[in-house]
């Protein structure tokens, strides 16, 4: 039976870091095979998360990313998840102030 009050406990693919979903941002690997930034969090498909823009770029050099979704990331996908992650991450900066 599933605990209705138990948080979802995610991990940071970059520094393991664990945090709940909100406070992470997803990459999914839609069913297509194309891996990008999952805005909503609720994209079907593999996921993966990731508390920081460094921890991004930290897990693709390290091909975290691609062992977490089971996908090859191209450069151009990476970078382009970067700048998104990088503009989302700015906007929940401005949320708190
Ligand atoms: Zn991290």
Known sequence: MAE?????IRTCI????QAGKTALKRIVR???????F???GRLPGRGAYVCS???MNAAFKA???????????EKDDAEQIAAQLSAAF????NDRS
């Open 30 to 36: 839609c069913p297509d095979g194309s891996v990008r």
């Open 53 to 55: 823009v460094e921890c």
């Open 90 to 93: 700015a906007g929940d900066e």
């Open 14 to 17: 970059g520094c393991q870091r």
């Open 4 to 8: 209705p009050n138990v948080k979802r």
């Open 63 to 73: 091909k975290k990313l691609q062992r977490a979704l089971k996908a090859n990331v």
């Open 38 to 40: 999952d805005a909503t």
